[in-house]
């Protein structure tokens, strides 16, 4: 089996390192990463926050939550081994000794631990903060890429809230980082299911050439939570579904289901054709918003189990009265040969009935004219239907019709199953592994570039720019732990199509 090579020796250095995604996330990545010797031997990591700890402190804080979010994986032998690699410094973001110190302490590490002056900077901070850090990481001369040494800068998301701050946000991080240099998460990229579609569709002869208007009738997309707004309160309030999830999330899977194939599997040529497909969605009209986009907000319901769950507007720390959506159906039209005429449906949610997302590839029906005289008329017949499966379960199925034994002519719909457990076993992974290993190696395939999250927002634009003109006033129009409001089941409706009932 070929292995991968160990990342260039290196420093990373995380400001917001006693923040909730460094602990649950990005630790544990990097443990993943050291277990599979993925990270060179030359590596350090320096955490920046602003709660008062030395190196050591911080070691026994990270050890304490460590074994709880790696789980059964977790080696003390490992952990011990690795952990006198981090190290901490108290700083706030804006001040700028915090980066004359950081600039002595990375010179001091370098020497401590062989490591060669190559810089990953990640921003686990709230967003208000990356084009500051970026900027002062620059005037510290420390965004400075010389004598082959490389300075990269991770920024997660949001990248803005609506189409005006993301081109901001893109335009301060280009005062201070080249675009080569920036590093946008989408930690959905990083799942090996969302990656296995751009192999299924360009390493297999028989899917690309019915990968199109003559052969599939529509696609859905689907990104169901089965939460509430949890903790999430003060961003969610302000966010809604919409940007929480749309821009980034939806939009990445459509961009790689719909996307040309690419003329190599280098970074630029396969971002250009994601950004692409994305300029080639029908933009919004004010009239299409009305006709084309439905917006939910939870009710008082129950789940499953049948425990009560409380309306959206109950939660705490939601503003009284909020018309804040959590849900979001939309129909979209892409203007290609390839897509003529094909309804790409998104939907996402909070507090459906369960937490999938999947992606469902509806192919058009069999002419079935050897059925029309037997007991099956056409409509009895069920399409054929891919289901690619990102989360949880991931896998693909193909939904496809047999004959069910006996004298008389009947189908059934059939499912053949490709589980990726039963093929590759089940690999520890928060899904940022395979992201901090591509950045530290140089590759950018999985982030988002400047012009795709731009072009993601001038497709939403439109229509938060409607919403926020025309409250909703059926709010709250759907209970939790069902599938989102009616007027989402009548958007498929309307084209004689219904959401896939597998999840
Ligand atoms: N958490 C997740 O699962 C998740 C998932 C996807 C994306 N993200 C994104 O990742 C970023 C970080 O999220 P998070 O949940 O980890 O946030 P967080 O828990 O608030 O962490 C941020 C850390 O930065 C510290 N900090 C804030 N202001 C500072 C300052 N001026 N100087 C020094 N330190 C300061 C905070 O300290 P205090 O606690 O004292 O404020 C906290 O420890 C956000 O952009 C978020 O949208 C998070």
């Not at 080639?280 to 439905?294: G, R």
């Not at 159906?329 to 094909?342: C, E, F, Q, S």
């Not at 499966?389 to 002519?409: D, Y």
């Amino acid at each position: 089996m070929t292995t991968a090579a160990k990342t260039p020796p290196s420093v990373i250095v995380i400001f917001g390192a006693a923040g909730d995604l460094t602990g649950r996330k990005l630790v544990p990545a990097l443990y993943h990463l050291a277990s599979q010797e993925l990270l060179a031997n030359e590596f350090a990591m320096i955490g920046i926050d602003r709660a008062d700890m030395d190196s050591q402190a911080y070691r026994d804080y990270l050890s304490a939550s460590a074994e709880d979010h790696i789980g059964k994986h977790f080696s003390d032998e490992l952990w011990q081994s690795k952990i006198p690699r981090a190290y901490y410094m108290q700083g706030d973001f804006l001040d700028d000794k915090t980066y004359t110190d950081l600039k002595k302490k990375l010179l001091k590490i370098d020497k401590e631990q062989n490591t060669p002056g190559n810089y990953l900077f990640y921003l686990a901070t709230p967003p208000r903060f990356f084009g500051e850090i970026a900027q002062r990481l620059k005037s510290s001369g420390l965004a400075e890429e010389e004598n082959g040494l490389w300075r990269r800068l991770i920024v997660e998301k949001p990248f803005g809230n609506d189409l005006q701050s993301a081109q901001e946000l893109n335009r301060n991080l280009h005062q201070s980082f080249q675009e080569h240099q920036i590093y946008r998460i989408d930690h959905y990229l990083g799942k090996e299911t969302v990656q296995n579609i751009m192999t299924y569709r360009f390493g297999n002869g028989t899917v690309e050439p019915i990968w199109n208007h003559h052969y599939i009738d529509h696609v859905q997309i689907t990104v169901a939570e089965s939460l509430g707004v949890e903790n999430r309160a003060s961003y969610y309030d302000h966010a809604g579904a919409m940007r929480d999830m749309v821009p980034n999330h939806l939009l990445a899977l459509l961009s790689i289901i719909a996307m040309e194939p690419p003329n190599s599997f280098n970074a630029d040529a396969i971002r250009d054709e994601q950004t692409k497909v994305l300029k080639c969605i029908q933009p919004f009209s004010p009239e299409m918003v009305l006709t084309h986009a439905v917006r939910g907000q939870y009710d008082e319901g129950q789940n499953e189990q049948g425990d009560r769950m409380p309306a959206y507007r109950d939660e705490p720390d939601i503003a009284d009265g909020s018309n804040t959506e959590t849900y979001v159906a939309l129909k979209l039209m892409i203007d290609t040969w390839r897509w003529a005429g094909v309804p790409f449906y998104l939907r996402t949610g909070k507090r459906l009935p369960k937490r999938c997302t999947e992606v469902v590839i509806q192919y058009r029906h069999a002419p079935n004219m050897m059925f029309r005289d037997a007991l099956v008329k056409r409509n009895n017949v069920a399409p054929n239907r891919l289901v690619i499966r990102i989360q949880p379960n991931e896998g693909i199925s193909l939904q496809f019709n047999a004959k069910v034994p006996g004298t008389l002519p009947r189908l059934s719909t059939v499912n053949m199953e490709f589980n990726y457990s039963d093929y590759f076993g089940d690999k520890p992974s928060t899904g940022y592994e395979t992201l901090i290993y591509d950045c530290m190696c140089g590759d950018a395939t999985l982030f988002k570039r400047a012009d795709n999250i731009e072009a993601g927002w001038e497709l939403v634009q439109p229509i938060l720019d409607v919403w926020s003109a025309l409250p909703a006033r059926t709010f709250p129009n759907y209970a939790a732990g069902s599938w989102g409001p009616q007027k989402a089941d009548d958007l498929l409706a309307k084209a004689g199509h219904q959401w896939s009932t597998h999840p």
